[in-house]
């Protein structure tokens, strides 16, 4: 496999389309300049090709093993793993309270994608310890925070977020691992989760488990939750690692993909735990982590899709199949690369065009969260709260049902040498499968758009942040040499619009059919926005000139062109076809 770091368009978006100073302007991002995102960047990007990509294959060979009293990762990721930690890449965004380097949330996650193009496996480990560390230092009191927080910035400590139960993933209101109190004020938690992402590794001296469980005599559903902080080991009162918790490895699954991972299933045992925050409160503070997890695992489908791009085009430049249509590049050679076939560049472009749209969506979710979180003026970080809400479910499920798609493309571009594992692609393929099922199946994104940001105030708020996009492109678009660009991205924001009343009516009067619709209407806003931050970034670099701009403007076309229309047909079916999914019932099925 090979990669580049797509560092070039990361920092024209930052830098161009975006505008660095929406960033640097916020408080505490004084010191943050152009060179030091570069060269973050470009240290990240060195780190994830010399480091990460080798041993993606290593992982997927060797996978996690579980040799009964723990768990080994595959070969190269302990020495990984030193190295990325010695770096300081777990401390990127962390508070500098805890020896964190306090740098954007968007640069983080510019580094995420990078790292989950090269080795996702390799990422998760500390990937939900970032969550977990976040979370932590929203939630828990000052002496948890001194106690763990540095540890956990410095990598040598990692966490978890332990939900799933073997019969509760999506309904997390069934859970029953039970907490009780104990005299000292600690609980003791008992239970099993399955399913947890670095649940037991051999990376870090201690795992602090979040766990979600339920106070005796607390009530059933959601409102029953509570959060609490188990560690692996016990820590003593100087902050040494202690004796072993009650929390026992019973298993790590065998799955389709990131075979490096360990997804481990965790008795608890009278293990015991602190609780975080309020009783019953803990649902809610776990939202938190979930949210943010959701924008990271979004970017991974884009990691995804850009490396598979990469090596499909790589490919492509090489294979010497069939004779290009005339005028061909070389008339002596028997053969040309297969990238001269349009069906090849068509393929080829269909990802790439929505790779770098993609991209700009997810920069706009993190330029948001990092406004959310340091704006001095309250109304620009409520309205940016907005917007990243708005954005999330759309981030997390357009983007991971974007990187499946555009592997298997990317393995049809290399035809049976995609297939064997010799290129690697067949992994790709595997490993990126998970992205739309875990941190909230993509249905359920689809049903947090459509019955929770479509209604009451934050209905409101899409209603306003969709009819500002249309008036920005009716703004900009009139006989413009660029109005065959601009034109169709209005006409589906218009669509969009329609669609989102029809949607928010039938929310009102026929759940069912909103419910029915909230996938399409999901993928119908993700094409459509997309197309709007297409058409900005034309309207942004309408005076420059150079090979990148001439090839952003063509890819901004060929979006309109070949990804857009899908919007068409979407917005009909969401329209026309919910009396014929509402005909069928039970029964219908399986008769
Ligand atoms: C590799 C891996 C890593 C994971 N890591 C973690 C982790 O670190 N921590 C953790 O707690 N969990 C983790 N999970 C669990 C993961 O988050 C769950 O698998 C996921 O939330 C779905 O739950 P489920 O598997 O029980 O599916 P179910 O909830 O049983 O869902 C089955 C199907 O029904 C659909 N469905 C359910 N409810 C609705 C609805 N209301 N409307 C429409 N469709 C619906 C779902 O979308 C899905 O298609 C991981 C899972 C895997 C495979």
Redesign the pocket.
Known sequence: MIYTPPIKDMLFLLNEWIGLEKLTALPGYEEVDGDLIEAILEEAGKFCTTELLDINRDGDEHGAVHDGDSVRTPPGFREAYAKFIDNGWTGIDANPEHGGQGLPKLLQSLIDEMLSATNLSFKMYSE?SHAAYHLLDDVAGDDVRQRYLPKMVEGVWSG?????EPHC???LGLLKTKAVPAADGTYALTGSKI???SGDHDLTENILHLVIARIEGAPAGTRGISLFLVPKFLVNDDGSVGERNGVVTAAIEH?MG?KGSA?CALNFDAATGYLLGDENRGLAAMFKMMNTERLTVGIQGLGFAEIAYQNALAYAQERLQSKAPAPRPDDSRSADPIIYQPEMQRQLLKIRAQVEGARALAMLAGLNVDIMEKAADGAAAAEAEQTVALLTPVVKAYLTDLGGPSTLTAQQVLGGYGYVREYGMEQLVRDCR?TP?????N??QA?DLVSRKLTGKTGEFADRFLANWQRFLDDHGGGASDADIIAPAAAEMRQLLETSAWVQDKLQTEDAAARGAAYPYLRLFALTLIGALWAQIVVTIRDRDGAFYDRKRKLARFYMQHVLPETSSIATTIVAGDTALADFNVEDFIA
């Not at 978890?160 to 799933?164: E, K, N, V």
């Not at 099922?437 to 199946?441: A, F, L, V, W």
């Open positions: 939900l978890t977020m332990c939900l799933t993933g999506t309904d399913f947890i992402t799955k990131i997804t998970i099922i875990y941190e909230g199946t249905e359920v049903l």
